[in-house]
Structures are given as C-alpha cells and as structure tokens.
C-alpha cells in the first residue's frame, strides 16, 4: 500500500495493522500504533480467547455477578484500546484464506507466539511476502526466533530474570527480585519502535521486512552500562536499593502512617541547603560531616537517620510538595491509587475516559506523552467480534449475503 | 552514510539562511540501508533519557549531533563505571553505551556566538532532543514558539522528570524519584509484606530508559508522519512513562482494591524460587504449566490430586504446598531446573548477573553483543538490539565520541563555517574541541 500523509492527520495515519497479538507484551505495540493512527485490526479466535479477555476483573456493580462477559476485563480494556476487533477460525481453510485477503491489503503484521507457531498455520513471514511482498512483520518471543532457547516460554518476570534486570533489584541484603507485566510493556514500547522505524524504511525504499523482537533482549539493552561495568572492573554489579554511588540522601524513608514513603535524592550542595531549610535545620547545610556530595555520600548512614528522624513526623505528600516547590526532587512512592488520584497528572489528562462495555464511564491509562498539534485516538477496546461487519465488508469487500454465509459456517466467530 | 549537507556559501554572516534540506522531496531512494538514515538531529542532552532517544534514532541512521556544554559535558561522563574504577570523563561506561554513532560538538552556551551556533544547528535538524528543564531553551531564547517560527518543520522532544504542564512542571526529578513517583517501586521488592522496609526501584537507570523509548516511539512516529511545515512539540513526562508501565495495576487497583506489592499472597510457583546455586523466576500459570512442574518435581503424592489441575483451585491453596515446591527447589540447581523446565514446556528462567549474561549460549548464538572498539576505552561489548531487522538491521557505524570530538566537523559541513570563522570561534571560546593529549 502507498501512504501519503494528510495534512491535519496523525502520524500513523494510513497505516493499517494486522494485530495477532495476545496477553499483554503483543497487544500493548498495536495499542500504541493505534493512538496514534493506525487502524489496527485484532485478529481473535473464539475457540482461544486472549488471556486477558478471561481475566477476572470487572468493574461491575453487582457485587455477586453470575455471568462474566468476554468483553468487559479491564486488563484486556487496558492494552487494546482504539484497535477494531475481528474474529475469525484460522482453523478453516476459507479463515485463512480472509486472514491473507486481510494482510494483503495491510502493512503491518505484530504477532506474539512461540516461535514458528505462525509459519505452522501457514502464516510465516514467506507465506505472507507472497500475498504482500512489501509487508512489515514483528515475531515477538521471549527470546527471540532463532537460537538454543528460542522455544523457551516466557512471561515478564522471566524475561526480567534472564535479561539480568532481576539480579540487580532488591535490597543490598536481600534476594533480588523481579519486576511484573512492566516488563512487557516496555518490550511492547521497544516492538512498537521497530515497527515504526520499518515503515519509514519501507517509506524510503519500498521494501518490508522480518523483525525477529526477543522480549528478554529487550530486557538486557536497558542495562549496557552493567555489563560494561563488569568488563571494565571485573565485577559483578549488584543489588542498590535505593541507592545512588554518588548521591546522598537518595533514599526512600518513612513518613508518618503505616508504609508512606517519601524518595528524596540531592545532587547539588545548593539542593542540600533547600532540603535543609524545609526540615528546618539550617546547621545541617554546614555541617562538615554533609559538605559536599563526597562528604554526605561517606556519611550517608548517620544523614539517613536525620533525615528520616523528620520524615517520620511529615504527613508525605505534604513533605513532597514543599521538597518540591524548594528544589529538591522528591517523590512519594506512589502505589496505583495514589497515582490514580494525582492531581498533577489529572490536571495533565493523562487519564482517558472510555465507556465500559457493560456500562459507565471508565478511565484509563492513555498515551505516556503529549503530542501537539492532533489528540490520540482514543476508543474502548473492541468486544468480541465488534468490527467484522466493517472488516470484511468495507476493508475485503465482502457481500452482506457472503458474511452471513460465513458466520453461519462458522469462519467469522 | 552520514549525508553530509553543505551549505552554498561557508559564511557566519550567512547564519540567518535557510539550511534546510527537506528529505521529503524525494521519498525513493535505492541508496538508503537504514531507516533514519538522511534524519537530522541535535541532542541537546544529558545522562540516559534524552542520550537513549537519540542513541535508539542513531543506529538506526540518524545524524546525531549532541551538543555538550564544556568544561564536562553530558554528566554521564562523570557517572561510569570506569575501566579500574579510575575516573576519565572519556572512559565512563554509561556515556560509551548511550551515544555511540553519535558526533559531538562542544559549545559554549554562556558565550553569544557559542548560543549563535546551537540556534542554527536546530535550525538545521527534523529533531530536537532536550531533557533539560524548559527554562533553559527559554532562557536561550528558543522557547517552543520561537522555535516553531524559526524551524516550521522541527519536531521538539522534551523529556523533563513531570512534562511541561500541571502543578509540577518545574519539579526536579531523579531516575529513582521518577521510579517511585510513576507507581512502580510499590511493586518491589515483589512478595514483600514486611511494611517496615521501603518499596525499592529495579536497578539500572529504568526511569531514564523507558522515558528515553517512549520518546524515540513517539518522535519516530513524528518523524514517519511528517509534513514540511508540521513540525510538533513531543512533551514526554518520565512519571507519565513509568505510569504506562503500571497500566494493568492501575485497572487492579481501582477495580479490586489491590496493592500488589503489600500482599504476600502470590502463589510460590509464580515467581522468585531459591536454588542451591542462585535463584530462579518462573511463571505457572496455565494448568500444562502446572503438570510440567509436577513431573519434573518427580510426581510426589501431594501434588497428586487432580484437583492441583486447576488454576482458580491452585491459587487459592498453594500455601498448603508451597513449601514444598521450595524445598524441592533449594536442592536444585538453577540452571537444571532452568533447562529441564523448559523442556517441560514452562516458563522458568535463572536470574542472571552481568557476567552470566553475557556468557549466555542464547545471546551468542544469536550474535546479540557488539564489540565497540573505543580510542580511550578500548574494545568493550555493548548490549545490543532486541529487535532483528532482517533488511535495515541497527548498527554500531562509531564509537561514543570525545567531547567536542567533532566540532569543526560539524560546524563546517552544517554551518558552512570557513577556516577563519572556525578560528574565530574557538578562539572566543565558544566551541571547543577535545584536548588531544
């Protein structure tokens, strides 16, 4: 297909997507291509529905329900938004032949399943090029396509583990420990930038191409300096904490109540002083034991005890916009309520309201940046099935009659 | 590689002309082998999240210019590692990882001909990169109006701890304030019940990276859909994108009322298990998992039932169990149970440290490391990508550069600045070069 842009359109505008995406690393990439223009098509079957759709969080009001939809999970509303959903049995000769039909006239295929799973249903990137030669197409696996290992399943806290993200979080004496679905999340961002990247190649050259996306690779390109500092030194990085090899205070302590916590970090001598002022211990800032960044780092202890010796009687958020507002960066440690009720990111709208579809309006995380010039696209995510009309109607142009035959054959779910 | 752009008339008192070279005009070219090859960008950037941005962009073909304020340009030439702990702003780690490909020119910007200079480098780029807070481009006069007049097609990533926007605009930011503040350090430790001891961000520079994709995904898109004339104002908050990260908690959270990381109720073969040698992670949650485990566990009578078959059921009574599952651990080896699970068909991984990482069989076979050969650092292996391009694959095409490594380079193949202009600048002290002891 040839784009050309719109005046007035968002980025990724004119760019169409086939989404076989599932659980969370896959769906979220579509997700971003979709806020920000594409049309994104997810590919569903019945017979196999996405994790997330079974997943049981509903926000409904019957305290006791006894019927849970398909399409109401806000795990699955989170990560799918402003995609149209189709469904389709691929376990059909003529499903497959409309998921082709489909990817012929598009120009991205995302895709997250084990390894050669594709090319099994007659999908591999080969069989695709030959319906589209200029196709874009993104495997996304826990490690990758090729190799020793690439048939190993994986979930987010492995890829964590493996990539060597684990090992390094924790407390200094304690286990390390993982992270959770975050981890999919920024592959799904990483996956998300390959793509974009392909397209503009194929803007440039006419050429599509294969993107092999290992997720615990994802994992290890964040850390190049850790590995870099074990060449360099012969030493294995370990678990920090909180902490900072240079800075201090930057650390986490306790405020008034049961587990509220304040990160405070200081840089800068002059950052010190600010931080000194709003405890209201000015003889701090020339104390010789915390002068100069050397000098509070090699006294880092006896400063952590002052320090949370006052947050203990700070109401935190409270602590946190004086702290602020003086200069000093500081954060509560926010759990998701917390963040969910910030006033600053409320003020900002980086909440975005979508109607649930079993009823009321509900807000969700949208796009992480502001763009000018053109708002996201934003629409709840597709029901079951919501957009098979439109798809294979409008987009393959099949006949009204020609759907209903293939509803009642059971090709479109 | 680097499409060069000469300006017709090597002249500072030509600074006011236009030096544009819109790609647009010709949007087939068989010459092109990378995707951002012919993007021009000037990173006016420090520590990870603006220099992750533009490292994503340059290997992939960008033109990255960064631009460093002397004496000690990007603060991450002062943070390491350094090779033997021995300090070198040349020889940091984290400055070599994050702006290889790129050229860098040291400017003045104190002095009015080094402010002079930077303003027409952003007239020249698509792309501007800046996580500084907003006063600074403000106070240069280059606030995103005036740029926008100036440079109609620019697009301006701005990369600050809060955005630009709300109550905390101005709010300073550290990796691990950006952490706590985006909701992700609740999550961690993770099955960490003990409220005594604080929630802890994962280590590494997570804010700055992740603040640093969300950027390149975004300018990326910027850079796809552009138009000559619709230039774009990028405002990326890191809270926000560690918030993004947190999406799926932010619905659990709402819905049910669950704070993930205060609770210690997560079933023990879904996460952290101790080996004999180290820990492993693995994740049973399908019910195929589960018998995997089972058999690989030998098929011990309390595991027997068929009730165990089932995943709401194994949820809800894994405490009665567990501690076996982890005693049986403990007498495994990591990587045993690692491999043999996997072979099971579920998902177990070890957690490995640097070195384990970068002696893994699968990252080799894959050809994952790159060997960055650098002329104060040596030849060192930097992470690679995790994204295989089959036809425009990223690449390492130079090394991180010395500060101000650059600076005629640039001023004359950008600027046009003849040999007397180049002169007359470094003698008022406004760009700079490295020392070339």
């Keep these: ?413 | 590689m680097i499409r060069a752009h000469r300006a017709p008339t090597p002249s500072l008192a030509l600074f006011d002309g236009r030096l544009y070279d819109p790609l647009d005009s010709d949007p087939r070219r068989s010459n092109v082998t990378s995707p951002f090859e012919g993007v021009k960008v000037v990173e006016f950037a420090g520590m990870v999240s603006g220099p992750y941005c533009g490292k994503l962009l340059a290997d992939l073909g960008a033109d990255v210019v960064k631009i460093e304020e002397p004496p000690h340009g990007d603060p991450a030439r002062q943070r390491g590692p350094f090779p033997d702990d021995t300090p070198d702003p040349e020889r940091s780690g984290l400055f070599l990882y994050l702006n290889a490909n790129k050229r860098s020119l040291a400017l003045d910007l104190t002095k009015p001909d080094g402010r002079e200079a930077f303003a027409r480098f952003i007239d020249w780029a698509d792309v501007l990169i800046d996580n500084h807070s907003p006063d600074v481009l403000d106070s240069l006069g280059l606030d995103w109006e005036t740029l926008h007049k100036r440079n109609p097609s620019l697009c301006l990533v701005s990369i600050t701890p809060c955005g630009r926007t709300g109550p905390r605009a101005g709010c300073r930011g550290t990796d691990m304030t950006g952490y706590h503040a985006g909701g992700l350090g609740t999550l961690l430790p993770p099955r960490s019940s003990d409220v005594s001891r604080p929630p802890v961000k994962a280590g590494g520079y997570p804010t700055g990276y992740h603040a640093g994709l969300t950027a390149a995904f975004a300018a990326a898109a910027a850079i796809f859909g552009r138009r000559p004339g619709g230039g774009c104002l990028l405002d990326v908050s890191e809270q926000e994108s560690v918030v993004s990260l947190i999406r799926g908690f932010l619905a659990q959270s709402v819905h049910q009322r669950v704070t993930w990381s205060r609770v210690p109720d997560r079933p023990p073969a879904f996460g952290r298990m101790e080996c004999s040698d180290g820990y492993v992670v693995s994740h049973v949650v399908e019910d195929h998992h589960w018998r995997g485990l089972v058999e690989l566990m030998g098929n011990p009578d309390w595991a027997a039932g068929d009730e165990w078959n089932d995943y709401p059921y194994r949820y809800g009574h894994m405490f009665q169990i567990g501690h076996k599952i982890d005693e049986w651990a403990r007498r495994q080896k990591k990587e045993d149970f690692h491999h043999k699970g996997a072979a099971k068909g579920f998902a177990v991984g070890s957690v490995y440290n640097a070195e384990e990482v970068l002696s893994s069989r699968q990252l080799q076979a894959r050809e994952y490391f790159v060997e960055v050969d650098h002329p104060r650092a040596g030849k060192l292996r930097h992470a690679g990508w995790p994204y295989k391009m089959s036809v425009s694959p990223p690449q390492v095409r130079r090394p991180a550069p010395l500060l101000g490594q650059h600076s005629e380079e640039v001023l004359r193949e950008v600027l046009g600045c003849s040999e007397s202009d180049y002169r007359k600048l470094r003698r008022s002290g406004a760009v700079w070069k490295e020392a070339t002891s």
């Design chain 1, 1 to 413: 297909m040839s784009r050309r842009p719109v005046p007035g359109s968002l980025p990724l505008e004119g760019v169409r997507v086939v989404d076989m995406t599932w659980v969370w690393a896959g769906p979220f990439a579509g997700m971003l291509l979709a806020m920000m223009g594409a049309e994104v098509i997810k590919v569903e079957s019945r017979d196999r529905l996405d994790f997330f759709r079974r997943y049981v969080i509903w926000p409904l009001a019957d305290a006791a329900p006894t019927e849970l939809s398909t399409d109401g999970s806000m795990m699955f509303l989170s990560a799918n938004m402003s995609k149209l959903g189709i469904t389709l049995n691929l376990g059909k000769p003529e499903g497959k032949d409309l998921l082709k039909r489909l990817v012929a006239v598009s120009d991205v295929v995302v895709e997250n399943m084990r390894p050669g799973a594709m090319a099994r249903m007659g999908f591999g990137y080969d069989d695709l090029c030959r319906v589209n030669p200029a196709v874009i197409m993104l495997s996304s696996s826990a490690r990758g396509a090729t190799g020793p290992e690439s048939q190993y399943a994986g979930y987010a806290a492995i890829n964590h583990a493996i990539g060597g993200g684990a090992y390094i979080t924790g407390y200094p004496d304690g286990p390390p420990g993982h992270t959770l679905g975050d981890v999919d999340l920024m592959n799904a961002t990483t996956a998300a930038f390959a793509i974009v990247a392909a397209l503009r190649y194929r803007d440039l050259t006419g050429e599509g191409q294969f993107i092999d996306y290992s997720q615990s690779e994802g994992v290890t390109s964040l850390l190049g300096e850790v590995l870099l500092e074990y060449q360099m030194t012969g030493r294995i990085p370990g678990r920090k904490g909180n902490g900072d090899d240079f800075m201090a205070p930057h650390s986490v302590y306790a405020c008034w109540g049961v587990d509220h916590w304040l990160a405070i970090a200081v840089e800068t001598d002059d950052e010190f002083a600010a931080l000194c002022e709003v405890m209201e211990m000015p003889e701090l800032a020339i104390d010789s034991r915390f002068g100069g960044a050397a000098a509070r780092k090699r006294n880092e202890a006896a400063l952590d005890k002052i320090i949370t010796g006052w947050t203990r009687r700070q109401d935190r958020d409270y602590a946190a916009n004086r702290l602020c507002a003086a200069g000093v960066a500081a954060a509560p440690s926010r759990d998701a309520q917390d963040v969910f009720r910030d006033p600053h990111l409320r003020e900002r709208g980086v909440f975005v309201e979508v109607e649930h579809p079993e009823g009321g309006a509900n807000d969700l995380m949208g796009l992480p940046y502001k763009m000018s010039g053109g708002d996201p696209v934003v629409r709840r995510a597709p029901r079951l099935g919501e957009h098979n009309d439109y798809v294979f109607g409008d987009v393959l142009g099949l006949s009204t009659r020609e759907i209903a035959r293939l509803r009642r054959e059971g090709v479109i779910g």
